[in-house]
Structures are given as C-alpha cells and as structure tokens.
C-alpha cells in the first residue's frame, strides 16, 4: 500500500538538542510539507518542497531546517533555536502542486522536550 | 490574507443525532474547500471536498456545499455514530500564482458520539 510514514511515533528531546524526524512517502508524489499542530490551533505550515533539491520557508520556519534530496524523503530537523517546541508534526504530500489536488498525511510524531 | 472559521467545540451527541460543523471562509480568489478528519493519535484524513461554488462533496454519510455566496462550507450528516467521534478541520487552498497549493486550515472542531 502507499502512503505516508514518520518516524518515531513519540520523541524526547533535551533542551539544546537538535532532533531530526523522519518523513518518507512511497506515493511518488512531488510536494511534500512538514506541519505544526498544537492544542486549540489548526495547522500551521512549516516548510514545503515542490521538487527534489529545493524548498520554501512556510509560515513559522523560524527555529526548522529542512533537506529534500530524495524524492521519497523529506526529514525536518528542529533545532535548538526554536523556543517552544513541544508539539505534534505532520508531514503531508501531494501531486504536482495545483488547488485541486488533495494532500496526504503521515500519521505525525509527537515531539515533547523536556 | 485568507482564513477559516470554525464553530469551537467539543461538540457533544447522541449516536443517530444529525450533525453539523459550521465553517466560514475569507479568500480573495476562488479557493478549493475541504474537510478532513483526524482521528485519536492520528494524522489527518480528507474527508471531502469541493472545488467550485455550488458544489457538493460527499463521503461516508457526510455532505458539504460549497456556498459562495455566504461563504460557507457546513459539514453535516443525518445520523452520526460513535465511530464518528474524532476532530473534523476545514480548510481551503490557496493557489499562489507559483501554483503552490497552501492549505489554510480552521482550529478544528472535535466531535463526541456517545451510545
């Protein structure tokens, strides 16, 4: 079956680690997306990439870095710049980007630091 | 910029209960309306959508039309299950001229079915 996978399910981190979670997709799509969920908030937009070897910064990238040097993986690192981390990440994909095409999401890693 | 609004939860029924979750939207253009679903511990799954005014999405018992003209996109369902019960989010698209699909989402709405 295709889809999404991330990796780990659950995370600890130390204040001043940087983590780096996992996102492959075996959907052979060309736009992957790395998301932020916190409680009582819709989803806010992290990073994106529409193509292999190049990405954009999303709304609130402050603190992230991404690489995306295979097709099927997209992995996000969180470092330790960014101030409030603890939160559940979603990595999502979909076709050649256009509005009519839906996105498909990973089952996300909740990251907690302690 | 674009936005949506969701009604706030939790939503609490009765299985059989009729079901609707109000959405608004702000757009500037002609956006794409979704609905997805994220069950417990779970990533989210789309539910429906619609891609122009007047349009009806459906999917396993649950319908939404895409109103321009109030701009609106109200999920509801005749009779709800506890199966049901999860967080339901709206969202549209955003299409920028790049052709980047951005998904502007509301703050979600949880629903609990109870036997």
């Known amino acids: 079956d295709g889809g999404i996978t991330q990796s780990p399910k659950y995370l600890f981190r130390k204040e001043g680690q940087n983590v780096t979670l996992s996102c492959e997709q075996n959907?052979?799509?060309?736009?992957m997306y790395w998301y932020r969920q916190d409680p009582g908030q819709g989803l806010r937009l992290i990073y994106y990439?529409?193509?292999?070897?190049?990405?954009q910064k999303g709304d609130i990238a402050e603190g992230y870095s991404v690489s995306r040097e295979k097709k099927e993986s997209f992995p996000l690192t969180v470092t330790s710049a960014q101030k409030n981390p603890t939160a559940f990440y979603l990595c999502?994909?979909?076709?050649?980007?256009?509005?009519?095409?839906?996105?498909?999401f990973g089952p996300g890693t909740r990251l907690t630091v302690l | 910029g674009d936005s949506v609004t969701q009604m706030e939860g939790p939503v609490t029924l009765s299985e059989e209960a009729f079901l609707t979750i109000n959405c608004t939207y702000t757009?500037?253009?002609?956006?794409?309306l979704f609905w997805y679903v994220q069950y417990p511990g779970e990533g989210l799954q789309l539910l429906l959508k619609?891609?122009?005014?007047?349009d009806k999405g459906s999917n396993k018992g649950f319908e939404a039309t895409y109103r321009k003209e109030t701009t609106s996109f109200h999920l509801e369902k005749g009779s709800v299950q506890v199966s049901d019960s999860a967080v339901y989010f709206c969202?549209?698209?955003?299409?920028?001229?790049?052709?980047?699909?951005?998904?502007?989402f509301g703050t979600g709405t949880r629903l609990l079915v109870s036997p």
């Open positions: 999502a994909s979909s076709r050649p980007s256009g509005a009519y095409n839906e996105q498909f």
């Open positions: 959907l052979n799509h060309d736009a």
């Open positions: 990439s529409q193509i292999v070897n190049d990405f």
């Open positions: 757009a500037t253009g002609y956006p794409s």
């Open positions: 619609a891609t122009k005014a007047d």
């Open positions: 969202a549209l698209s955003d299409r920028k001229n790049t052709g980047f699909q951005k998904l502007v």
